[in-house]
């Protein structure tokens, strides 16, 4: 039951960890049956799908967009959207920061890391990410405003390695954080750790995990 395993999750998490629940591929019905209990931050990673949801369920729900994000779709969500977690290269940060203005909105966005070993995984090296933030135009975007860093560990049953990828994130958000972000209350947010790996992530310092199957699956 949803129900249950959603509060068995959220026992789980410490004190201040904060939970999205990541709905993609479930139904409406889903969502409602974890509204219902309370839930109001759910994860989403096709544009039309969130749209879908959007249009349906009621409007205090926080969706946070978790999947790879075309430029070409960044203007369907960008007036109702809460958060932005996987922006991977400043062209998309540019994109959200023009379809934010014209919706008069400020989006809140988490930098994409790529930290596992797999080809397949999306995001920014770091030093990718060390210099785009070094070159600086993102100073200039008034509507966005970049939150933390996102991450996805390699997807393996090696707990060591996980553990050393979740520890690099922690370490690379302590950079930038000291060396960016130092007098921003907003940069806070460090996402990673899903269903099977989120209870690891949170021993590792996340501070917000998204989990999926865990809630949703039979
Ligand atoms: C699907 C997804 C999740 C949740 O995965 P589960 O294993 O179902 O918990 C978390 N983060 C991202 C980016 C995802 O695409």
Redo the contacts with the bound molecule.
């Keep these: 039951m949803i129900k249950d395993n959603l509060n068995e999750v959220r026992a789980s998490l410490k004190d201040g960890v904060c939970l999205v629940a990541?709905s993609?591929y479930h139904p409406v019905e889903a969502v409602e049956a974890a509204y219902a209990e309370g839930q109001r931050i759910f994860?989403e990673?096709r544009e039309q799908e969130l749209r879908v949801k959007y249009d349906t369920l009621p409007k205090d729900i926080q969706w946070h967009f978790?999947?790879h994000l075309q430029t070409n779709k960044v203007k369907y969500i960008a007036p109702y959207i809460t958060m932005i977690?996987?922006v991977d290269s400043l062209k998309l940060m540019k994109e959200i920061e023009k379809q934010a203005e014209k919706c008069n909105r400020v989006i809140d966005i988490l930098l994409e890391l790529h930290l596992a070993q797999e080809e397949t995984k999306s995001g920014m090296t770091l030093d990718e990410c060390r210099a785009m933030l070094k070159e600086g135009e993102w100073k200039n975007m008034s509507h966005v405003r970049i939150c933390g860093i996102m991450m996805?560990a390699s997807n393996t049953d090696d707990e060591e390695k996980i553990k050393k990828e979740f520890l690099a994130a922690n370490d690379f958000y302590n950079e930038i954080k000291a060396q960016y972000f130092a007098n921003d209350k907003a940069f806070a947010v460090k996402s990673y750790g899903?269903?099977?790996d989120y209870l690891l992530a949170q021993e590792c310092g996340s501070n917000h995990v998204?989990?999926?199957?865990?809630i949703f699956s039979e």
């Design positions: 990541v993609k994860g990673s978790i999947g977690e996987a996805m899903m269903s099977h998204r989990v999926g199957s865990r």
